[in-house]
């Protein structure tokens, strides 16, 4: 339908920390709910564009309602990205993502974590059907570490 923003998870934010990706959320509910408040005042019909964070620590209920009504922006850890692309309704609720954006890169670039997360973007972006924009956000460290190829 044109002028509708459709349910489904469109953005996927991998945070290597739980406390982080659960910061992150806190920070889109802000900016959201002023984009809506400036949509009403211009008289202009609701996107509701949502953000929530999967992150192990939902009870079923959230998950349940998560997965019925999926956010526009996903924030989720590694470990949670991964569980959802192995269950049914998880890979249903990210199969129309198109943007996945990895922060904290550099602390995920040498081991084993950030390489079970770069397979994970691959079967994500296999689900998906088309290329993903891949962002990767890393912190000032020195030396300067590139990410990896395949990002």
């Not at 991998?14 to 910061?23: E, T």
Request: with cysteine; hydrophobic share 40%.
């Amino acid at each position: 339908m044109a002028g509708r923003l459709e349910d489904a998870t469109q953005v996927v934010y991998v945070s290597p920390l739980k406390a982080l990706s659960n910061d992150i959320q806190r920070n889109l509910q802000e900016p959201l709910a002023g984009i809506e408040q400036e949509l009403r005042l211009l008289g202009l019909r609701s996107t509701r564009r949502s953000a929530s964070s999967a992150d192990g620590r939902h009870a079923a209920r959230e998950r349940a309602a998560m997965v019925r009504r999926p956010p526009h922006i996903l924030v989720t850890t590694p470990e949670s990205l991964y569980i959802l692309l192995t269950s049914g309704r998880g890979r249903a609720m990210l199969a129309h993502t198109r943007t996945v954006i990895v922060d904290e890169i550099h602390a995920l670039i040498d081991d084993k974590r950030g390489s079970h997360l770069a397979l994970s973007v691959e079967r994500l972006e296999a689900l998906a059907g088309d290329p993903l924009v891949r962002i990767g956000c890393f912190g000032t460290q020195r030396p300067s570490r590139r990410p990896p190829a395949s990002w």
